[in-house]
């Protein structure tokens, strides 16, 4: 149920890779846990990301989660379609509510994150 | 006097249950060595005459009440409507919590919502929040979130912004790394522009004026505004006197992305100082960064309007160290005075009894200054308040009245030291005008 | 009962409800000239005094309060608001003096003010108190700041407050304030202070330890001493949130203990109405080594009448203006003489019963997490309802509603998963404790034979389940007039 092309962190974020360009976003396990989701901060075009450092923050009405960075690299683009819809992150986690895409600055990054058959290896440790 | 309300038998069956001999057992768990083994040393009970004699008696020590009182200088007495004190007095009122269950709390949440948006409608913002603490706390507030939004680490505070806000500025802000730097004011009164101008730049969060300002003139806050903006600071308005917005333009239609101050006008007694009513309000943008709570509208599952608190992910009971401010209890039930108060004076009648005040001000200040040796000690227009210039140390003055049963005013000189002969007089709508009369003649007298 | 229309779609042009006397000075003649007036306040309600009326009594008519029922939320001491308290704080004596008047008309405001914190000092076992915050949070932050200050004085304000990972919110809110990193402490299988832990990350980088005690599961840190000897070694203080004082009236005294500061909230523990969410009071308390720190001003007695002492060079300033919420305190200082020393200490022996009367009558139908002995408060959760028909303590506090009660505590503590929080106080009659304990039972009953009932309750309040997500989503937090189509 996870593309099998994506990256996952153990924050529950995901990397789509294309060229040296890495479109992320949340995953369906860590959008279930925050519940509905009200807003989404966005960083700004142009902001430099190291890993792990917070890209922007989401919010449920009784909770907020950090988004960290899984890769470092330049903020190209930001999904601002979820200023409007921040529910998309609810209903298309892996698809429509990408929240950035960054321009990777270090590609060999990717190297430290998990493939999707690791990842739901990795959730179901988490249940138990 | 006891509000326990066990009986013997009661007790006993309680304790039958739980399985033990005596509520000593519940307290096991204390340590032995820091066991209060005497009882407190207080006064011993009283019964309710007894108390209310004896508290009926501190009040009486107190004797304000018998004077003729021009103070003003951030606490205002206007009159208020018995409707406030009745319908405030209701104890679904004063002793439900905060509405964290909305469905039992739509009184409450209703009358937060009315209270934010007469706010918004007062100051010319487009949201509020649903109260702080006091005038102070807010104005510290108000600088804390223009740090927030800007990212920028300096503050320029108008030295006629109330001192008592001044001073919890600086205390609010000492240890978070923020520069204050504070800007003269003129003859006229007023903000000096030139030095507002030359301590601008690109490491200025926000500007803080006060209008009416702490000797009651009023500012320009369009062309502070603008210079504020014109190196992307925000601005800031402290209000003070809040009956003011009846008759002056809402600051946020002059420019002030974020409006603070003292609501005690608005339906609560000067009560030595509190509980009174920090008001907050700021442009649409930075919704998310305002303190405090918020009540919004919505509809339950059968479709039916209500409201709740909205927004909490700002606070701290959910960001925790990333919270806007660390408020949890504010000042509600005195939100909802306000919010009486507002609505039974509504739009004519909180706007007669602000032209009142300016009447009123404005014949007492003429008057006064026809007394020999007295003159206004600033140029600038006045809403309540004004600066009178003595001809000798204002604090002997004010001495002299208090002798007949007069308070003049508040001499200026322990706020600011080169004003030894100023004193600050407010004249509200309460003040007749023998009253007035009578602070005219007895002042001639005293200075002859 | 009636929907109350918002006040601005009852309003309309030219209804008045209060008139002014009629203005008895002239007018003064280009009175405007040189101010930036408005020629109206857009959309300002108008009404009449009898709608006005009615307003507002039918919206108090929709709230749930105090003195219609049980109102069990953890922490927050929701005991009884006595009347007599409200007709005293109501003497225009106290509430025409103004903060600003010269000290020899008010001294009987300024004698309140000295005897509420006579009487503190005595009650938590400290050496000096200020009055000035407004709220329990506002304590914290100027408590913190009496902490920074001394730390400061001795040559090194340190980097950290060190709390338990089941503090309450405004705990690391306030330390943040101060400039103070927070790091957070495991609480150990029981709830408690882990000492050890403790030991390891106490260092000479700790300015203090911000502790609850009893802490927010009801349990008496027991090891309090020691805790105070761990942080005390280390050059820090200990800070005591003093939310739950009504655990410890007359019992055992925070000063006694070990404590440095402390918070205590008036609202709580000394029977002020809670007023729909403030006005509160946070007095905080002191050794005598933070004293000096105090806010400005200091009341004090010299010879037969009381003064304000504003030189105080070590003073961290003013938290906001004047001496504080002076109308609570009356109330507070009402209820302290009225209880006398007996009576403080009823406080705690009864909130402890009740509450372990609910314990005790309640395990086995809830799930405890802790074992430990509990005090005034006791931390249920969902567990055995979660598990056997997904019913959380979200529809457990919603179904209570339907029966008159106000659900207890549910977001909080973070260390329960599920939580249902309930303190009953002190004042609480056994019938009434009883009738809350059959609520519990049946709505238990009910979450394992008709769950559909909970998950859909409220059903019989004024509004139903109301959409929490939307109103976050989409902020409407005023009114606006309605576009004319």
Not at chain 2, 133 to 145: I, S, T
Not at chain 3, 292 to 298: D, N, R, S, T, W
Not at chain 3, 465 to 472: G, K, N, V
Request: aromatic share 8%; proline share 6%; with cysteine.
């Amino acid at each position: 149920m996870y593309p099998q092309n994506y990256y996952f962190t153990k924050d529950h974020e995901w990397v789509a890779v294309d060229g040296d360009t890495a479109t992320i976003g949340i995953s369906d396990f860590a959008q279930k846990q925050l519940g509905d989701v009200v807003y989404v901060e966005l960083p700004e075009i142009g902001k430099h990301f190291n890993v792990h450092q917070t890209i922007g923050t989401i919010e449920s009405v009784k909770a907020v989660s950090e988004v960290f960075s899984p890769v470092s690299g330049e903020v190209v683009e930001a999904n601002a379609a979820l200023n409007s819809a921040p529910e998309t992150i609810n209903q298309d986690p892996h698809g429509k509510a990408w929240i950035i895409k960054l321009k990777m600055k270090n590609p060999a990054d990717l190297k430290a994150l998990m493939k999707a058959p690791d990842y739901e290896k990795f959730l179901e440790g988490l249940a138990h | 006097m006891s509000y326990i309300a066990l009986s013997e038998k009661d007790k006993r069956e309680m304790l039958a249950r739980i399985g033990i001999a005596s509520t000593e057992d519940l307290f096991a768990c204390l340590p032995p060595a820091v066991r209060l083994n005497r009882p407190l040393n207080l006064p011993p009970a009283l019964s309710e005459p007894e108390l209310v004699r004896h508290m009926e008696g501190l009040a009486a020590r107190n004797t304000y009440g018998d004077f003729n009182s021009f103070l003003g200088a951030g606490v205002y007495a206007h009159f208020i409507p018995s409707v406030v004190d009745s319908l405030s007095a209701r104890t679904e009122f004063v002793t439900p919590y905060t509405p964290y269950q909305p469905e039992v709390s739509q009184g409450t949440l209703q009358s937060i919502f009315e209270y934010q948006s007469l706010i918004c409608q007062l100051t010319g913002l487009d949201v509020a929040n649903a109260s702080l603490y006091d005038g102070a706390m807010a104005a510290a507030e108000a600088v804390l979130m223009a740090r927030r939004v800007t990212n920028r680490k300096k503050i320029l505070i108008a030295r006629s912004l109330h001192p008592q806000y001044r001073e919890t500025i600086r205390t609010y802000t000492r240890n978070i790394g923020l520069t204050l730097e504070e800007i003269g004011f003129g003859e006229c009164g007023g903000l000096l522009t030139a030095e507002l101008e030359s301590k601008l730049g690109p490491d200025v969060a926000g500007v803080i004026v006060q209008s009416p300002n702490f000797f009651g003139v009023v500012e320009d806050l369009a062309k502070f505004a603008a210079l504020a903006h014109g190196h992307k600071a925000l601005f800031i308005t402290a209000v003070a006197e809040a009956v003011s917005l009846g008759l002056l333009e809402a600051p946020g239609k002059l420019g002030a992305d974020i409006v603070c101050g003292e609501g005690q006008s608005f339906g609560l007694t000067p009560a030595f100082g509190g509980p009174y009513l920090g008001f907050m309000g700021c442009a649409k943008d930075y919704l998310r960064q305002l303190p405090g709570r918020i009540a919004g509208i919505t509809k339950d599952v059968d479709g039916k309007r209500g409201f709740v608190l909205t927004l909490a992910t700002r606070e701290q009971h959910i960001r925790r160290e990333k919270a806007t401010s660390n408020i949890c209890t504010n000042q509600a039930w005195c939100a909802l005075r306000a919010t009486m108060f507002l609505e039974t004076l509504g739009h004519d009648g909180l706007r007669e009894m602000a032209a009142q005040n300016l009447h009123k001000a404005r014949y007492a200040a003429d008057r006064l200054s026809k007394i020999p040796g007295v003159k206004l000690r600033f140029s600038g227009a006045f809403f309540n308040e004004f600066v009178l210039e003595l001809p000798r140390p204002a604090a002997s003055v004010t001495a002299a009245l208090q002798a007949k049963s007069i308070l003049g005013g508040l001499a200026l000189r322990p706020f600011y030291p080169e004003m030894d002969r100023a004193l600050l007089v407010c004249v509200t709508e309460v003040k007749t005008k023998a009253c007035i009369d009578a602070l005219a003649a007895v002042l001639e007298e005293v200075l002859r | 009962m009636i929907r109350e229309p918002l006040i601005f779609e009852i309003s309309d042009k030219g209804k008045r409800a209060f008139g002014l006397p009629k203005l008895d000075v002239p007018e003064a003649a280009g009175a405007l000239a040189g101010l930036p007036v408005r020629a109206e306040i857009e959309d300002f309600p108008q009404v009449s005094e009898v709608e006005l009326v009615r307003h507002f009594t039918r919206l108090s008519q929709q709230n749930y309060c105090l003195d219609v029922g049980f109102y069990p939320l953890g922490s927050c001491t929701m005991k009884y608001n006595p009347k007599v308290n409200e007709k005293v704080a109501a003497l225009p004596g106290f509430n025409s003096a103004h903060p600003y008047a010269p000290l020899d008309t008010v001294q009987g405001c300024l004698e309140v003010i000295k005897r509420l914190e006579d009487c503190l000092c005595e009650i938590a076992g400290l050496d000096a108190f200020t009055l000035q915050p407004s709220a329990g949070a506002q304590g914290e932050l100027t408590g913190m700041m009496l902490v920074r200050a001394y730390l400061e004085k001795q040559g090194n304000p340190r980097k950290s407050v060190l709390m338990p990972d089941s503090a309450h919110g405004t705990n690391p809110s306030s330390a943040h304030l101060c400039g103070y990193t927070v790091q957070e402490i495991k609480s150990n299988a029981r709830g408690m202070v882990d000492l050890e832990e403790l030991d390891r990350r106490m260092n000479g980088d700790v300015a203090a330890l911000m502790l609850t005690n009893p802490n927010t599961l009801g349990v008496f840190e027991s090891d309090i001493c020691r805790i105070a000897e761990i942080v005390h070694a280390k050059g820090g203080l200990l800070y005591m949130d003093g939310a739950n004082m009504n655990a410890l009236t007359g019992m055992v005294r925070p000063g006694d203990m070990g404590v440095d500061v402390l918070h205590i909230n008036l609202h709580k523990t000394f029977s002020t109405p809670h007023g729909g969410g403030g006005p509160g009071s946070g007095p905080v308390g002191v050794k005598r080594i933070l004293e000096p720190f105090l806010p400005v001003p200091i009341v004090e007695k010299n010879g037969g009448s009381f003064g304000l002492n504003f030189a105080r060079p070590d003073s961290i300033g003013r938290v906001r203006g004047f001496y504080g919420n002076f109308l609570v305190m009356v109330k507070a200082l009402a209820y302290i003489l009225a209880l006398g020393p007996q009576g403080m200490r009823e406080i705690a022996e009864v909130a402890v019963l009740n509450s372990n009367y609910i314990r005790k009558s309640l395990e086995g139908v809830y799930h405890l997490q802790y074992d430990d002995a509990t005090m005034h408060e006791v931390v249920f959760d969902d567990k055995f309802q979660k598990d056997a028909r997904g019913i959380t303590n979200l529809d457990i506090a919603k179904r209570l509603i339907d029966y008159g009660v106000h659900p207890p505590t549910i977001s909080f503590p973070l260390i329960v998963h599920g939580a249902l929080m309930i303190e009953p106080t002190e004042t609480e009659s056994k019938r009434d404790l009883d009738d809350f304990i059959a609520t519990m039972k049946t709505i238990a009953r009910e979450a394992e034979e008709t769950p559909g009932v909970l998950k859909d309750a409220p059903h019989h309040s004024y509004v139903r389940r109301l959409d929490e997500t939307a109103a976050a989503r989409n902020p409407i937090v005023k009114w606006e007039r309605p576009k004319t189509p």
